[in-house]
């Protein structure tokens, strides 16, 4: 399981959110998704932590709370959905 953490600022680091979330237990995981073309951070974050009673307690206590001025969007991550689609977009088109 993973814990997805929202609207946090974009001057967050790793450590910080670290920090945070030592507090709830031991964690295995922190990802912070960068935007591809530009790298800069994307405003939210995953963590994984060593059980999952460790996780709700995090979820519950967190979700909602307010750090470094923002109200965190803290629950259980979902899987990442398959977006499909054709695959037009890159594709060569040999008509011009």
Avoid: C, Q
């Avoid at 405003?43 to 996780?55: N, Q, R, T």
């Amino acid at each position: 399981m993973s814990i997805y953490v929202g609207n946090l600022s974009y001057e967050v680091t790793k450590e910080d959110i670290e920090e945070v979330f030592n507090e709830y237990g031991t964690i295995k995981r922190v990802h912070l998704p960068t935007d591809r073309e530009t790298g800069r951070f994307r405003g939210f974050a995953f963590v994984e932590m060593s059980s999952e009673a460790e996780e709700t307690k995090a979820i519950e206590t967190l979700d909602g709370a307010n750090w470094m001025d923002r109200d965190l969007k803290v629950n259980k991550a979902r899987e990442r959905e398959n977006r499909g689609g054709s695959g037009s977009f890159n594709r060569r088109d040999d008509r011009f």
